[in-house]
C-alpha cells in the first residue's frame, strides 16, 4: 500500500494488521472483497426494512454493519451505522433510525468501497455476495 491515497472512509492501519495478523496480504484482501460484495446488500436490507417500519431487521442490520464495518476499518461507516443502532434503540424510524441515517450510509458506502477498490487494490464488487 505504498501508494498515497484519500482514506477519508477508511482506515487503512486495520487493514494493515489485519494482513499481518493472518500472516497474508492475499487473505486480508479477501476479507476486505467479502466485506464489499455484501456491504452493498446491507444498506439496501436496512434501507428496505426502514421502509416496511421493521425495526428488528432494521436493528440486525445496523448491528451487523456495525461490526464488519469495523473489522475492516471503514469506521465512518461503522459510526454511521451505530448512530442508526441507537436511533433504533431510542426511537425507533424516526431521525437517525430512519431514512437520514440511511442516506448516510449509502453516501459512507459509496466511499469506502471507492477507497478500498483504489487504496487496497481490491477490484470492483461482482454482486456475488447476494
Request: some cysteine.
Given at each position: 500500500?505504498?501508494q ?19 500472516g ?13 460484495e ?10 428496505t ?9 432494521a ?19 461503522s ?9 433504533l434503540r ?8 430512519g ?16 477507497t ?8 470492483r ?6
Amino acid at each position: 500500500m505504498g501508494q498515497s491515497h484519500d482514506w477519508g472512509a477508511i482506515d487503512p492501519t486495520v487493514l494493515e494488521r489485519l494482513a499481518e495478523e493472518l500472516g497474508s496480504l492475499g487473505v486480508a484482501q479477501r476479507i476486505g472483497r467479502i466485506y464489499l460484495e455484501l456491504l452493498e446488500e446491507r444498506v439496501s436490507r436496512l434501507c428496505t426494512a426502514c421502509e416496511a417500519g421493521d425495526v428488528d431487521a432494521a436493528l440486525e442490520t445496523a448491528l451487523t454493519l456495525k461490526v464488519t464495518s469495523a473489522t475492516v476499518g471503514a469506521a465512518a461507516v461503522s459510526g454511521c451505522a451505530e448512530r442508526v443502532e441507537r436511533g433504533l434503540r431510542n426511537g425507533g424510524l424516526r431521525g437517525e433510525g430512519g431514512s437520514r441515517g440511511v442516506k448516510r450510509l449509502e453516501a459512507l458506502r459509496r466511499a469506502a468501497t471507492d477507497t478500498l477498490v483504489t487504496g487496497f487494490g481490491l477490484g470492483r464488487p461482482t454482486g456475488r455476495g447476494r
